[in-house]
């Protein structure tokens, strides 16, 4: 079951898709994905698979996005070059950036990501994409907080 917020009031209800009109305000709204739900700097924040974005308007309810790959034969995953080709009809410019991914050597689909935000989507990026070399490594869990944190703090500036 998802959890979903709506973008109107910000009524907070369980459903497996979102509803045609919200059950509080009865506005045909937008509705974030609020499943995978945290809170970083007093800025919340949702965890979303790129394939559980059906249509480029959601993206537009966020005010940061970060999106992330790790490198496969030095380029990001399928799935997220078919996702990038969808947020680029969204209305993304000027709204604050990150991009992330794991690599084994040379990690190119993080840059990549990180390049495509800002001069496609002329988003407003956080200094330099994050680069995790190798999940197993200690002190990526720390890293990517640290990631998030700056991420929130470029939203508040
Ligand atoms: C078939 C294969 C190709 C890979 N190609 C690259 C590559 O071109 N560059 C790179 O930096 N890492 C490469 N990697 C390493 C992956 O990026 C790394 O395993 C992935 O980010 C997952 O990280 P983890 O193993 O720590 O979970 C490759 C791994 C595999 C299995």
Redesign the pocket.
């Known amino acids: 079951m998802n959890s979903w917020k709506c973008g109107n009031c910000g009524y907070t209800f369980e459903a497996e898709q979102p509803p045609n009109e919200c059950p509080s305000c009865k506005q045909a709204c937008e509705f974030l994905n609020n499943t995978c739900y945290m809170c970083i700097s007093g800025v919340d924040a949702t965890v979303l698979e790129a394939g559980a974005i059906q249509k480029e308007s959601e993206l537009e309810a966020y005010d940061a996005l970060v999106f992330g790959s ?6 990001m995953m399928q799935q997220m070059k078919t996702f990038l080709f969808m947020a680029e009809k969204a209305a993304l410019k000027g709204k604050t950036g990150g991009a992330f ?8 689909a993080p840059d990549r990501i990180y390049d495509t935000m800002e001069h496609i989507f002329k988003m407003k990026m956080v200094d330099q994409p994050l680069r995790l070399k ?3 490594v200690q002190g990526g869990i720390q890293a990517a907080q640290d990631y998030g944190k700056a991420v929130a703090e470029k939203l508040n500036a």
């Open positions: 790790p490198t496969y034969h030095g380029d991914g794991a690599f084994g050597w040379s990690g190119e190798s999940s197993r």
